[in-house]
């Protein structure tokens, strides 16, 4: 079955929809815990540190979780209404961190819910990329289903760069 046009491009709008939460906390977790609620840039550091160390073995992981997956909405479905609903729990609370805390339990508020919220990413990310072989018959429909997403992203990230860039310029604010 060759994909449509229509199908390509809204896996590729999935993809960005994806992306805007990723931009998201990639953008403004340093500044949100730093700047605003003054946590020690080595700490955060750390954090982000042990946050990708971790992912290294969630990752593989969650794969193994979605091919063993078997349920009557199939191996994908689950996981990804799954993760998207907890990754916004999660971000919400990322972002909303208890004015009464300080020192150590900020830095641990911040740490808990930073790898709780790459958990929950990877528990929608590797479903949604594992996603292109099941929709896809060979290996030249599969590249191009893959660079139309891509395309997608990287667009959606190059307007978000621009966009922010300009936006913290004094001039662009007048």
Do not use: H
């Not at 500044?31 to 990708?52: E, F, S």
């Not at 990754?87 to 972002?95: H, P």
């Amino acid at each position: 079955m060759k994909l449509t046009v229509k199908e390509k491009v809204s896996y590729g709008l999935g993809a960005v929809g994806k992306d805007m939460v990723y931009m998201l906390s990639a953008s403004y977790i340093l500044y949100y815990y730093q700047d605003l609620l003054g946590v020690n840039a080595i700490a955060m550091g750390m954090i982000l540190m042990a946050a990708r160390v971790f992912d290294a073995f969630n990752d593989p992981i969650m794969g193994v979780l979605v091919a063993k997956t078997k349920t009557k909405w199939g191996k994908f479905r689950p996981w990804l209404f799954i993760g998207t609903i907890l990754n916004a729990i999660i971000l919400f609370f990322m972002f909303s961190a208890p004015p009464s805390l300080n020192g150590k339990g900020l830095v641990a508020y911040a740490a808990v819910f930073y790898i709780l919220w790459g958990v929950t990413y990877t528990m929608m990310d590797i479903p949604y990329w594992s996603m292109v072989p099941a929709f896809t018959e060979g290996g030249k429909e599969r590249e191009s289903f893959n660079i139309g997403a891509f395309l997608c992203r990287s667009r959606f990230r190059t307007y978000y760069c621009y966009y922010s860039y300009f936006r913290s310029k004094s001039w662009w604010r007048r």
